[in-house]
Nanobody, 124 residues
Framework: EVQLQASGGGLVQPGASLSLSCAAS????????IMWFRQAPGKEREGVSC????????WYADSVKGRFTASRDNAKNTVYLRMNSVKPEDTAVYYC?????????????????WGQGTLVTVSS
């Protein structure tokens, strides 16, 4: 059985840092492209960051570029999202999702597996 276990969310103050994890079981993450999505209250789910299986390259949404860093630890079969200088607008449920493709498609329905989501709240 494939499972993606997202964790690390919580309440943080603006300007602080937070790291999210997505631990996989039942599959080898190295074969997959991995996207972090987020869904803010009342808004559509959006892609935030991608690690491509083709070359390990990364992509970031403009709203998080320069503040968020995605990484992968193949030995632990886990991906991470380091969130620095967080803003109130980063408040959302964050999901990890994987797809057996060389890059991360924008279409959410093509992703093979999803984590359960972890809530990040940025507030003073």
């Amino acid at each position: 059985e494939v499972q993606l276990q997202a964790s690390g969310g919580g309440l943080v103050q603006p300007g602080a840092s937070l790291s999210l994890s997505c631990a996989a079981s039942g599959l080898i993450l190295d074969y997959y492209s991995i996207m972090w999505f987020r869904q803010a209250p009342g808004k559509e789910r959006e892609g935030v960051s991608c690690i491509k299986s083709s070359d390990g390259g990364t992509w970031y949404a403009d709203s998080v570029k320069g503040r968020f860093t995605a990484s992968r630890d193949n030995a632990k079969n886990t991906v991470y999202l380091r969130m620095n200088s967080v803003k109130p607008e980063d408040t959302a449920v964050y999901y990890c999702a994987v797809v057996l493709e060389p890059v991360c498609p924008a279409t959410m329905t093509v992703y093979d597996f999803w984590g359960q989501g972890t809530l990040v709240t940025v507030s003073s």
